[in-house]
């Protein structure tokens, strides 16, 4: 590399890392709010384990972030080279399109190498050892979880409020002005009940909590029509309400990561191919078969094709970041979002197609870079005999 390729080099690179940085934030921070804020409020998680989960999020979110960053670097670097004259001055010393956008490309091919690690070894270890450490530190204190004079909707079809808690311990505690609201598949409330007493216990094997309430009043709705308060509301008073339970999946239903194709390794993933392929196929279950084999491969093909976008929007980046010609940064980062969700909704498009094997979405899914590199190739040609 001449100095010229430096400066451009490392001009793209250490504007793509303060977008990345920028993208992985924003990403993260709606993990973290969702998942991690609520437990570590509640006393649930240790500030370092708090840290620590936060940490095992970035490999995740540096998956989705690496691709947009280095559109955004090449948008905001080249822009500003062309609207200052540097790129016109670089085409008066003789020097075409492609040469210029060089150390682009070569920085692009570095961030695919990356990303592919990120995608088949980084992001699944991470994503395993996040689950595993949320589920232990919420299994430490499971009845912190019941947060006094908080509704709780996190339970699987219920909204719970507790009033109060005695001190127990890890197993079970009494509690005070329970109630719950029952909910059916549509959120409508099927039944409510509230209990001066009870008791929660916390049953580990099945990561449930088990629930036991004594003098409750139960209010049952309609549960053909539930938000028609036309109908009559049945009220009873029952000594002992039937035990019942509320299941902990959203913390411990993630225990068997293994089993997510979207969070193997590529080992992992070439080994859950082969033993599809190779299983026993019962008669009639051809068609289900050839939809397992399909989510296998359409699982690494979307890893190699995320990969594969930093290269795909680096290559657009580069006319449009020369043709747009803007110093300011929320018009490059504007026209970056807008071809990243272009990109993302391409995917989501073929991504609808996994159940049906006979469209081939595995080879489907390499068209939206397939029509990021040819509209890069037809700007650059533009620019170039401009």
Do not use: C
């Amino acid at each position: 590399m001449n100095i010229l390729d430096r400066h451009i080099f490392r001009s793209i690179l250490t504007t793509a890392l303060a977008a990345v940085a920028l993208f992985a934030f924003v990403l993260a921070a709606g993990n973290v709010i969702r998942d991690l804020l609520g437990p570590l409020l509640s006393g649930q998680l240790p500030l370092l384990s708090f840290g620590r989960l936060v940490l095992l999020l970035v490999p995740f979110v540096i998956s989705y972030a690496l691709p947009l960053g280095m559109l955004t670097g090449v948008l905001l670097t080249l822009g500003r080279l062309s609207s200052d004259s540097e790129i016109t001055a670089m085409r008066a010393a003789g020097l075409s399109i492609p040469r210029i956008a060089r150390p682009a490309m070569i920085l692009a091919v570095l961030g695919v190498a990356l990303a592919l690690r990120v995608n088949f070894e980084s992001m699944p270890w991470a994503r395993v050892q996040y689950h595993r450490e949320l589920a232990v530190a919420i299994r430490a204190n499971p009845l912190s979880y019941l947060r006094p004079k908080t509704f709780i909707r996190e339970f699987p079809g219920y909204v719970v409020y507790v009033g109060s808690m005695d001190q127990g311990s890890r197993d079970g505690s009494d509690v005070h002005d329970f109630w719950f609201w029952q909910l059916d598949s549509e959120r409508r409330v099927v039944r409510f009940v509230r209990s001066q007493s009870g008791r929660v216990e916390y049953d580990e094997t099945a990561n449930d909590f088990i629930v036991k309430l004594s003098n409750a009043v139960v209010s049952e709705y309609d549960r053909n029509a539930p938000d028609d308060f036309g109908q009559p509301l049945k009220v009873g008073t029952v000594e002992q309400f039937d035990p019942f339970r509320l299941s902990l999946s959203k913390y411990f239903g993630n225990e068997g990561v293994h089993q997510k194709l979207q969070w193997m390794t590529y080992a992992e993933l070439a080994a859950e191919k082969e033993r599809v392929l190779h299983e026993p196929v019962a008669p009639g279950g051809e068609r289900q078969h050839e939809r397992n084999v399909m989510k296998v491969s359409l699982t690494i093909q979307d890893k190699i094709n995320m990969a594969l976008a930093v290269f795909s929007f680096a290559f657009v980046g580069v006319p449009l970041g020369i043709k747009v010609s803007r110093r300011e940064t929320s018009a490059n980062l504007g026209v970056a979002v807008l071809l990243a969700l272009a990109y993302y909704f391409l995917i989501v498009v073929v991504g609808w197609l996994d159940q049906h094997p006979e469209y081939r979405p595995d080879l489907l899914l390499w068209v939206p870079n397939l029509v990021f590199l040819s509209m890069g190739v037809w700007l650059l040609r533009r620019i170039d005999r401009a």
